[in-house]
């Protein structure tokens, strides 16, 4: 029985990526007085690495121009994340960022239904709560039970860590939980966790099929772009897949 929904954030609750953190990054290296500019499709390519600090490091290790010394790097790093960070909640604070179509409305009606709700995520807690914070107000963190963030793990997505938490925090089985998530990376931490996943895919993530590399038995359903996002679409899609259905590794039809 479908207990309680995962949230995604960055992809998931909102097209973030390109219009909004990419933007916030390239806005902190001209701050820094760095001639560096992510485009879309650069940008969409460190979008394989999970977390804003770790793509920091990977363009790094391969610039041109970058710190030499590990620590440097790890320095430079910290504190452009810190200007990328303070520029994105400028950003969505000046409303650049909305929801995506059916999201605060699914949350609304979860609520209502007394599902648990919970965010597991592994950007920055500031980074979700200047997003949620403008999409459903001050009082955002009623709607969640739980709000995982990337300070409360050690390993980021693909790692399952964060859904691991999570499920702690909820005091639920992992076949309670409904993960909606919109990239591979967050597939395959909801599948290492061994959550039910519903895949929409994102501008970044337009995916048509799971990811190949999920562990065996992986319980999943990609959501078609023409599909209606709403609480029945959830509730339906987590209902065939912990009923053991053939859809454990295909599509929503």
């Given at each position: 029985?479908?207990?309680?929904?995962?949230?995604?954030?960055?992809?998931?609750?909102?097209?973030?990526?390109?219009?909004?953190?990419?933007?916030?990054?390239?806005?902190?290296?001209?701050?820094?007085?760095?001639?560096?500019?992510?485009?879309?499709?650069?940008?969409?390519?460190?979008?394989?690495?999970?977390?804003?600090?770790?793509?920091?490091?990977?363009?790094?290790?391969?610039?041109?121009?970058?710190?030499?010394?590990?620590?440097?790097?790890?320095?430079?790093?910290?504190?452009?994340?810190?200007?990328?960070?303070?520029?994105?909640?400028?950003?969505?604070?000046?409303?650049?960022?909305?929801?995506?179509?059916?999201?605060?409305?699914?949350?609304?009606?979860?609520?209502?239904?007394?599902?648990?709700?919970?965010?597991?995520?592994?950007?920055?807690?500031?980074?979700?709560?200047?997003?949620?914070?403008?999409?459903?107000?001050?009082?955002?963190?009623?709607?969640?039970?739980?709000?995982?963030?990337?300070?409360?793990?050690?390993?980021?997505?693909?790692?399952?860590e964060v859904y691991l938490l999570a499920l702690r925090r909820l005091g639920l089985a992992a076949?309670?939980?409904?993960?909606?998530?919109?990239?591979?990376?967050?597939?395959?931490?909801?599948?290492?966790?061994?959550?039910?996943?519903?895949?929409?895919?994102?501008?970044?993530?337009?995916?048509?099929?799971?990811?190949?590399?999920?562990?065996?038995?992986?319980?999943?359903?990609?959501?078609?772009?023409?599909?209606?996002?709403?609480?029945?679409?959830?509730?339906?899609?987590?209902?065939?897949?912990?009923?053991?259905?053939?859809?454990?590794?295909?599509?929503?039809?």
């Amino acid at each position: 029985m479908l207990r309680a929904l995962l949230w995604d954030v960055d992809g998931t609750v909102a097209e973030t990526e390109r219009d909004g953190h990419r933007v916030a990054f390239n806005e902190a290296f001209e701050l820094a007085g760095l001639p560096w500019h992510w485009d879309v499709a650069h940008y969409g390519r460190l979008l394989e690495i999970t977390g804003g600090r770790e793509r920091l490091l990977a363009d790094m290790a391969e610039r041109v121009g970058a710190p030499l010394r590990p620590e440097d790097r790890e320095a430079l790093a910290r504190h452009l994340h810190g200007l990328k960070n303070e520029g994105y909640a400028r950003l969505v604070n000046a409303g650049g960022i909305a929801a995506r179509p059916g999201v605060l409305e699914v949350m609304a009606a979860a609520r209502a239904a007394g599902l648990r709700q919970a965010i597991v995520t592994t950007t920055s807690r500031s980074n979700v709560q200047a997003l949620l914070g403008k999409l459903l107000g001050p009082q955002w963190q009623d709607s969640f039970e739980a709000v995982c963030c990337g300070e409360d793990t050690q390993r980021k997505k693909p790692d399952p860590e964060v859904y691991l938490l999570a499920l702690r925090r909820l005091g639920l089985a992992a076949q309670e939980a409904l993960a909606i998530e919109d990239s591979a990376p967050g597939a395959r931490a909801a599948a290492g966790a061994a959550v039910p996943l519903l895949l929409r895919p994102s501008v970044y993530f337009p995916a048509r099929q799971l990811p190949p590399d999920l562990p065996a038995g992986s319980l999943g359903m990609v959501c078609p772009a023409d599909a209606p996002f709403d609480l029945a679409l959830l509730q339906h899609s987590h209902a065939r897949l912990t009923a053991g259905s053939d859809q454990t590794a295909g599509a929503l039809r």
